[in-house]
């Protein structure tokens, strides 16, 4: 599969500033992917129900290197939270 959607933390910030913005782009996709980096930015931004889901953002190493190979990584991975 490919990737449908790329949202930046400014578009989080000022698109899904409400609870119900926010469930619903939970519900929308399936799985949710971020970039290493910006990942201890995300849980207020995304909030609880993307945690309480199960639908916790993927991290992935955008740096250097191929791209789309660590994509492909991340998405065929299988994680496991423990809360």
Same mark, same amino acid.
């Not at 959607?5 to 939970?26: H, M, N, P």
């Given at each position: 599969?490919?990737?449908?959607?790329?949202?930046?933390?400014?578009?989080?910030?000022?698109?899904?500033?409400?609870?119900?913005?926010?469930?619903?782009?939970?519900?929308?996709?399936? !799985?949710?992917?971020?970039?290493?980096?910006? !990942?201890?930015?995300?849980?207020?931004?995304?909030?609880?129900?993307?945690?309480?889901?199960?639908?916790?953002?993927?991290?992935?190493?955008?740096?250097?290197?191929?791209?789309?190979?660590? !994509?492909?990584?991340?998405?065929?991975?299988?994680? !496991?939270?423990?809360?």
């Amino acid at each position: 599969e490919e990737v449908k959607q790329a949202i930046g933390v400014s578009s989080l910030r000022k698109e899904y500033s409400q609870y119900e913005d926010k469930r619903k782009l939970a519900a929308s996709f399936d !799985l949710f992917l971020a970039d290493d980096r910006i !990942l201890p930015m995300l849980p207020p931004l995304i909030g609880k129900h993307f945690f309480k889901h199960g639908k916790q953002p993927i991290p992935v190493k955008l740096g250097k290197g191929n791209f789309s190979e660590r !994509l492909a990584t991340a998405r065929d991975s299988t994680y !496991l939270y423990i809360r």
